[in-house]
């Protein structure tokens, strides 16, 4: 991760200077000022053009707009607009406060990402804050921006990996290692016997038709002192071929993804961790390939979860949710949470009724979807309330089994909520899931995205836990 400085004094880079709404330099800087006049609409949000002084220093001026507020845009578009090891120096206003420095920091770290095993590699040149107001209060401003940065690049190295290399075994290794370089941090890894033994049948139903055997990964942070206990779920499908009930080759290209929810609950933990948050975090991460072989789940098949109920399955390719399953089934039991909190790239249905750039919330607890709301829109990642109808049960009824978790009636998304409930008991009243399978992935680079993971749910989950 490339560094972001403070400095007092302006030196040759290229520079940024941020202008409001109106078109107002907020530095005071008159060249830009007159420069801004003859332009339309420079201040609009993550809007930047370059104003060129070929016989001045700095040459290159990046003129960038911060609209209403919204500084993490204009740090986004500051550092987009540079290349690769250019020097960049942006202009902190007077006065702005350390909480728009942290989101001009997020900004321009969000948008020089560059998944490590790129050829490119990542960015590796340092950016400048040029200011000399509240050293401190920025400073720590930057350390938080940095801490949940890092995480957000972590959920994105994660989700981007090749599933040739990311199998169920790989991804709890990675844990390991972050969790290591971190005190306080505790980690559970489940393997194939031990699921047998505890009975996550759920997660070995899934995992049964691959060569690489599934895992349950269980990341602690237990400050002393804490009063609230976060159970954080993640579905950690390392590749979805759609098992016996195979998906189109169009639908596998992105399948490498579907372990989106398991990067960002793990992610966000270890960032809860750096920042040392006075909040007890658990994050669940049932991991899986769900692969076709001989040895995979059939359609029909009935399987045990590890709370006794069982599920009718007809379809291999509605796999996220057995895991999940298991894994809510377990909190509830044995963590004893205040809060669960799950994410999951479960169902197309989440774009077809939202689109690309936004996750569909479900929770019977106002209070939890209006944080999460509010720490959704403040770190930058939208989500929207649906509905839990209870009616819409009766599509989850099966003849041969406490559930059917693949009913084919609609409402995809919605009846994936109301399968899940089924396994939070008395918690049902505290517990959210956000369906964000389309948010979790850009198609290209733009504002505080790069094509490819965009590591969604980890901002909004730090977010959240900070408050």
Known sequence: M?????????????????????????????????WCRTEDDPGRAGAVET????????????????????YRAAGAAAVGAVTRDEE????????????????????????????????????????????????D????????????ARAVWLARDLTNMPSSTKNPAWFAGQVLAEAATRPGLTVTVREHDQLAAEGFGGILAVGGGSATPPRLVELSWAPEGATRHVV?????????TGGISIKTREG??????????????????????????????????PLAENAVSGSAYRPGDVITHYDGSTSESTNSDAEGRLVLADALGYAVATLAPDVVIDLATLTGANMVALG???????????????????????????????????????YLRSDIADRHSSPSQGAGSVVA????????????????????????????TGGDLVKGATGWGVRTLVRYLSA
């Open 51 to 70: 104003l060129r002084r070929p016989l001045r220093t700095p040459a290159k001026v990046l003129v960038v707009g911060v609209g209403a507020d919204d």
């Open 417 to 444: 909520a109301l399968y899940l409930r089924d396994f939070l008991g008395d918690k049902s009243g505290s517990w959210a899931h956000l369906d964000m399978s389309a948010p979790s992935w850009s198609d290209k």
């Open 252 to 285: 596998m290209k992105l399948m490498k993804k579907d372990m989106g929810g398991a990067a960002a609950v793990i992610a966000a933990t270890l960032a809860a961790a750096d920042l040392s948050l006075p909040v007890r975090v658990t994050a669940l991460a």
């Open 232 to 240: 954080l779920v993640g579905k950690g499908i390392t590749f979805d």
């Open 137 to 148: 209060g920025y400073a720590r401003s930057v350390a938080g921006a940095q801490a949940v």
């Open 88 to 135: 960049l120096q942006v202009e902190v206003p007077e006065g702005a406060t350390p909480e728009q420095v942290r989101d001009l920091a997020e900004g321009i770290w969000f948008a020089g990402y560059r998944f490590a095993e790129a050829p490119e590699g990542p960015r590796t040149a340092a950016v400048d804050l040029i200011t000399t107001n509240d050293q």
């Open 356 to 394: 690309k750039g936004m996750a569909a919330l479900y929770s019977h607890d106002d209070e939890l979807a209006s944080a999460l709301v509010e720490a959704g829109a403040a770190a930058g990642e939208r989500m929207w309330r649906m509905p839990l109808p209870d009616e819409y049960t009766e």
């Open 2 to 34: 490339f560094a972001i400085r403070l400095v007092t004094e302006a030196g040759q880079a290229t520079r940024a200077v941020l202008v409001d709404a109106a078109g107002t330099p907020l530095g005071g800087d008159d060249e830009v000022a007159a």
